[in-house]
Nanobody
Framework: QVQLVESGGGLVQAGGSLRLSCAAS????????????MGWFRQAPGKEREFVGA????????EFADSVKGRFTISRDNAKNTVYLQMNTLKPEDTAVYYC???????????????????WGQGTQVTVSS
């Protein structure tokens, strides 16, 4: 059974930091984790899901939305089948449910469009107070 489980969300004041984690499980799925592009998306109330950032299979290439560049970073630990989203200098407009997703195709350039992703987590709420 394929599972992506996000954790680390919560309530933080503007200017603060949070680190989200996304752990992959499922025997076959997780055994090939190091091949996957892993992405983070978010969805605020009344808005469409939007791309936040993504990391390629090796961790050597990342992509970010303009709105988070310079504030967010992505890393991965393939030995732990986990990807991280470090969020610094948070703003109230970062408030959303954050989702991790897996693109199981072996790509050098990380995917930025949600339709390209094959598996999704359930999401974790991030709330930034002003």
């Amino acid at each position: 059974q394929v599972q992506l489980v996000e954790s680390g969300g919560g309530l933080v004041q503007a200017g603060g930091s949070l680190r989200l984690s996304c752990a992959a499980s499922g025997r076959t799925f997780s055994s090939y984790f190091s091949n996957y592009v892993m992405g983070w998306f978010r969805q605020a109330p009344g808005k469409e899901r939007e791309f936040v950032g993504a990391i390629n299979w090796s961790g050597g290439r990342t992509e970010f939305a303009d709105s988070v560049k310079g504030r967010f970073t992505i890393s991965r630990d393939n030995a732990k089948n986990t990807v991280y989203l470090q969020m610094n200098t948070l703003k109230p407009e970062d408030t959303a449910v954050y989702y991790c997703a897996a693109d199981v195709h072996h790509k050098v350039i990380p995917t930025t469009t949600p339709d390209e992703y094959d598996y999704w987590g359930q999401g974790t709420q991030v709330t930034v107070s002003s």
